[in-house]
């Protein structure tokens, strides 16, 4: 008899040792499960090292002579994140596109980490329950502040909904230099605007745990920024971007370091 190492998650899905390769496994499967057995089952190799790896005592970090204060110099900007957080529809993206364009025009470099466009590669390896969820915001969180050391005026736009995890990528950068902006719309006017047809598929219950529908969305208690829109009275996109950029300006972030 085998010996396997499984954590049945309330999913349905499993988690496996991650110690064993996928030769291993195929082997066990073989000889341990018929085809009737197997069903289907979703592997997640891996995850559950994510964390471990920082509190090895063996890892150091590594410094050198250019720093964060050099790279500022060289660019003519403070480094700093932008946090774009709302419902599905409130205009994340939009606003993101329409801010990277105006501090483009002005000569300030950008970046923008969309929280679709990561999940096409960083995060590919994850789904949208709850702790995945939370995986993908730290991992933006951390990569974000990876710009932002750089230099660059990283530009973050993804639901984020709960406000632990926002909290957690705030306390990753210094005092001041994660600026959150709350995309502060209805629902109402989301769900009408509903571009990529979420909102249906979550009413019509094709789609669970869909942020404003079946889970909960937490407005921020105390941001830098809040971009309300209301019916009848939403702004255009380089407005709202207009209103970012002029909290950049007032704060320094624009300015030679």
């Known amino acids: 008899m085998i010996g396997l190492l499984v954590d049945w998650g309330c999913d349905g899905s499993c988690w496996l040792d991650s110690h064993l390769t996928l030769l291993m496994l195929r082997l066990i499967l073989c000889l341990c499960l018929s085809v009737s057995d197997i069903g289907l089952i979703v ?32 660019l003519r900007q403070k480094g700093c994140v932008i946090w774009v957080t709302g419902l599905s529809g409130s205009g994340k993206s939009t606003l993101a596109c329409a801010l990277a364009r105006g501090l483009h025009a002005r000569g300030k470099l950008t970046y923008i980490l969309d929280g679709d466009n990561v999940r096409h590669g ?16 730290r991992r933006m969180g951390e990569v974000a502040k990876l710009f932002a050391d750089a230099g660059v005026i990283c530009i973050a736009s993804l639901i984020s909904p709960y406000r632990k995890d926002r909290e957690l990528c705030r306390s990753l950068l210094k005092e001041g230099e994660f600026i959150e902006v709350f995309m502060d719309v209805p629902l109402s006017i989301c769900e009408s605007r509903d571009p990529k ?18 889970d909960p969305y937490e407005p921020p208690l105390s941001c830098e920024i809040v971009l309300e829109q209301k019916d009848g009275s939403c702004a255009s996109p380089d407005r709202l971007a207009g209103r970012v950029i002029s909290y950049l300006e007032e704060k320094g972030y624009l300015s030679p370091a």
Do not use: P
């Open 122 to 137: 960083l995060n590919s390896d994850l789904s949208f329950k709850a702790e995945d969820r939370a995986e993908n915001i």
């Open 43 to 74: 592997f997640r190799l891996g995850l559950r090292r994510m964390s471990n790896v920082g509190n090895s005592s063996n890892i150091l970090w590594h410094k050198c002579s250019v720093e964060k204060a050099d790279r500022e110099q060289l």
């Open 197 to 214: 047809g979420l909102y249906k598929l979550a009413r019509a219950g094709k789609i669970r745990g869909f942020t404003g529908i079946d």
